[in-house]
């Protein structure tokens, strides 16, 4: 009888130590708002309008960043580089940098996040372009881990707007962001406060061959 309980008693604690041990990632799936991809996809819209009675922490923008990590990048050299703006006085300045209508939008948004790439490493090696592309691999890369966190944020019941509308000369002074690196987007963090419609898209026919 004794060794049956011994068996039991190792297998409970193997069962109470194997999330730990099994656990690689510090961003979870916590206060989520969809239960599956599909659902996610449905749900993510380009929000114009932000409630700003509702804040977002450091730590669960850090959350989303650590998602963005996971995207994949060319020969893993993960271009993309992150400059967040959340104090009130520093969300004031860069919403002067994005146009009338995009700072109109975004008001009320607590985070304003702007997205760039380093300059020759995706698409080059021993120095020179792979291909015709060039940097142009930068910038995809930086969508890519873009796209993830933007599905991430979402994951995590928050709303996004990617605005390519921006001075980047002044969002470089103002962010210290060195000529090494190419400024693209200006991502908008917050909460909804109203519904967005959802926008047609092209029949799959018209965007895909095959062969």
């Known amino acids: ?45 380009s929000v114009r309008s932000y409630d700003p009675a509702k804040t977002i922490s450091e730590a669960e923008v850090r959350t989303l960043l650590e998602a963005s990590q996971q995207a994949p990048s060319w020969a893993n050299r993960q271009p993309s580089r992150y400059y967040v703006a959340i104090t009130p006085e520093m969300l004031a300045s860069v919403r002067e940098c994005v146009g009338e209508r995009n700072a109109h939008n975004v008001a009320g948004a607590p985070v304003l996040i702007v997205s760039t790439f380093v300059k020759g490493q995706s698409g080059f090696g021993m120095g020179a372009a792979a291909n015709e592309i060039g940097d142009g691999w930068g910038a995809y890369d930086n969508g890519l881990a873009n796209a993830y966190l933007i599905l991430k944020a979402r994951d995590m019941g928050f709303d996004t ?27 908008a963090l917050g909460y909804r406060d109203q519904q967005p419609g959802t926008p047609n898209h092209l029949a799959l026919d018209d965007i895909v061959k095959f062969f």
């Open 1 to 45: 009888m004794k060794p049956i309980i011994t068996l039991l008693s190792c297998i409970a604690a193997a069962a109470v130590l194997l999330p730990a041990c099994t656990s690689r990632s510090t961003f979870s799936k916590n206060d989520t708002v969809s239960d599956s991809l599909d659902e996610l996809f449905a749900s993510r819209r």
């Open 161 to 187: 707007l990617i605005m390519g509308f921006r001075d980047s000369d002044k969002l470089r002074a103002l962010m210290d962001i060195p000529d090494s690196e190419e400024v693209l987007a200006v991502i």
